[in-house]
T-cell receptor, first 114, second 117 residues
């Protein structure tokens, strides 16, 4: 497909378990972003990757959250010891980092922590 | 302080009519970008239109136009000739800062548009 692909589309887990969310960006896009969308907080920035530069992790809510981007392409967001407040939709976006830097989003992963 | 304000929680419009969705923003940067995204019930965020802070002309993309009033810090989205498929959540977003930074987006809380037949 030509768009940003995220998997799984839905994930139900038990409190305390670890989860991994995957993002496959648009081919050739150098920048990759993770956002979280929850009812109480709206859309929040989590982390940003650009090429070989150090990621901007300023939006990660706690040290239970981490992310990596392998080979400048696929990214994995990992949440350790999940809590109920982690329940949200996790959205991934990618962009070319040209002048407009338009971010194109995937359909998201809906995470439910029971 | 909220950087992006969307005060209309919901709006209803008749099919084929035009509708304006309000967005005000707050920034001290000279260089920034403003975006509108559409999120239908399927959940995907769909890019609609972009306006750069230095762009003198209002952006247009098909039925979408952005009414950019820089002095008022306003970036309203105008949808002409509404269609049933326009029913969705609409988010205004801003990208601040110098190039070389993360250029993350800051989003408003969104507003729900319902187009009636």
């Amino acid at each position: 497909g030509a768009g940003v692909s995220q998997s799984p589309s839905n994930k139900v887990t038990e409190k305390g378990k670890d989860v991994e969310l995957r993002c496959d960006p648009i081919s050739g896009h150098t920048a990759l972003y993770w956002y979280r969308q929850s009812l109480g907080q709206g859309l929040e920035f989590l982390i940003y990757f650009q090429g070989n530069s150090a990621p901007d992790k300023s939006g990660l809510p706690s040290d239970r959250f981490s992310a990596e981007r392998t080979g400048g392409s696929v990214s994995t967001l990992t949440i350790q010891r999940t809590q109920q407040e982690d329940s949200a939709v996790y959205l991934c976006a990618s962009s070319f980092r040209l002048a407009k830097n338009i971010q194109y989003f995937g359909a998201g992963t809906r995470l439910s922590v029971l | 302080a909220q950087k992006i304000t969307q005060t209309q929680p919901g709006m209803f419009v008749q099919e084929k009519e035009a509708v304006t969705l309000d967005c005000t923003y707050d920034t001290s940067d000279q260089s920034y970008g403003l975006f509108w995204y559409k999120q239908p019930s399927s959940g995907e965020m769909i890019f609609l239109i972009y306006q750069g802070s230095y762009d003198e002309q209002n952006a247009t993309e098909g039925r979408y136009s952005l009414n950019f009033q820089k002095a008022r810090k306003s970036a309203n989205l105008v949808i002409s000739a509404s269609q049933l498929g326009d029913s969705a959540m609409y988010f205004c977003a801003m990208r601040e800062g110098q190039q070389g930074g993360s250029e993350k987006l800051v989003f408003g809380k969104g507003m729900k548009l319902t187009v009636n037949p």
